[in-house]
């Protein structure tokens, strides 16, 4: 699991917690069922199971992979449209290859980050690249829905692209932790996305028998999602490992720390943290829109069908398969 990786030893250390840290405590953990993105790809639906209210501003994550693909077999996403809300698919292994009928679109690779505002309407697609469809390879990332308050469902579609080297890197007092910030702030180090709902997005490596505390918005959720490894969370240090998702209480300081022991092939505690300020809206969604009311929804999929949400460009990227 490359992602971005870094020498610790000479990296900004956080600061340790002091004697008034409120460490968050668990309300929850669950893992997430198994199931089948898009064309074919696998993923964890991580978020299966946790009320709306706890995820808020999130409203749908998906582990995709981890899978070694043999050639042939990597599959993706066609053209397909989004509406009122934004799109973060954060690559830890391997490629996709993005396009939108907003001109926005690059190849997503070795953590780098995607971030599609969709608003107003967009088309997108998110593939394979053809090289990797022909030789294979490894294939691991997240794809994570950040809503839009009402005021900004209809902004127009917008685009970043987040290369790996422009993540925000810090470390736990021990060097025992390596924090990648990709959206928002920890302890005022910022990552480059830009948010129009205030949230914190981060990816933790802890080795094996290190622990860390990470400073967390009070006013804001907390999750952690576990992409491999084992190791506990919370104030209580419950257990949690590949593919738990745990639901933290209120309190200003994440604490996660790593089984000494990790399997071979995983070789550290590799979480997801993510909260930011609920909207507290009502939510209506349909498949691939996200909007406040059921009539909002009968507009997006008329205007959709009426290719008011864009159109798919000339000589568009499409799927790639072995003839």
Do not use: C
């Not at 599959?75 to 993005?98: C, K, L, N, Q």
């Not at 396009?99 to 190849?107: E, I, K, M, R």
């Not at 990816?203 to 505390?213: I, L, N, R, Y």
């Not at 804001?220 to 257990?239: D, H, I, K, M, T």
């Amino acid at each position: 699991m490359p992602a971005v990786s870094a020498d610790t030893l000479t990296l900004t250390r956080l600061s340790s917690p002091g004697v008034d840290a409120l460490e968050r405590p668990v309300r929850s953990v669950t893992r997430g069922p198994r199931g089948y993105e898009g064309e074919g790809f696998p993923v964890v639906r991580a978020f299966a199971g946790v009320s709306a209210a706890d995820l808020d501003p999130f409203i749908h994550m998906d582990q995709m992979g981890e899978v070694d693909y043999e050639p042939g077999e990597p599959r993706g996403t066609s053209w397909h449209p989004h509406r009122g809300f934004e799109t973060v698919t954060y690559m830890i292994d391997g490629r996709f290859a993005h396009q939108d009928s907003a001109g926005g679109g690059g190849l997503i690779e070795d953590g780098a980050t995607q971030w599609m505002t969709a608003g107003s309407g967009i088309l997108h697609i998110e593939t394979p690249p053809a090289e990797l469809v022909e030789s294979g390879g490894l294939f691991h990332g997240i794809q994570l829905w950040v809503n839009l308050p009402a005021k900004d469902k209809f902004l127009p579609p917008n685009y970043q692209n987040l290369e790996g080297g422009q993540v925000g890197l810090v470390t736990s007092p021990d060097a025992g932790s390596l924090i990648r910030i990709i959206a928002g702030e920890i302890e005022g180090h910022r990552g480059p996305g830009s948010t129009h709902t205030p949230i914190t997005l981060a990816h933790a490596t802890v080795q094996p028998g290190a622990a860390v505390s990470i400073p967390w918005h009070p006013e804001f959720n907390a999750l952690v999602y576990v992409l491999s490894g084992r190791g506990r969370v919370g104030a209580e240090g419950r257990p949690i490992e590949q593919g738990s998702l745990a639901v933290l209480g209120k309190g200003d300081r994440i604490t996660v720390a790593a089984d000494g022991s990790q399997d071979s092939n995983r070789p550290a505690l590799e979480v997801l943290l993510l909260g930011g300020q609920p909207i507290r809206e009502r939510v209506f969604q349909y498949g691939p829109f996200v909007m406040n009311t059921k009539q909002q929804l009968i507009e997006a999929v008329e205007d959709y069908q009426a290719g008011r949400l864009g159109v798919v460009p000339p000589n568009a990227l499409m799927p790639h398969t072995i003839r």
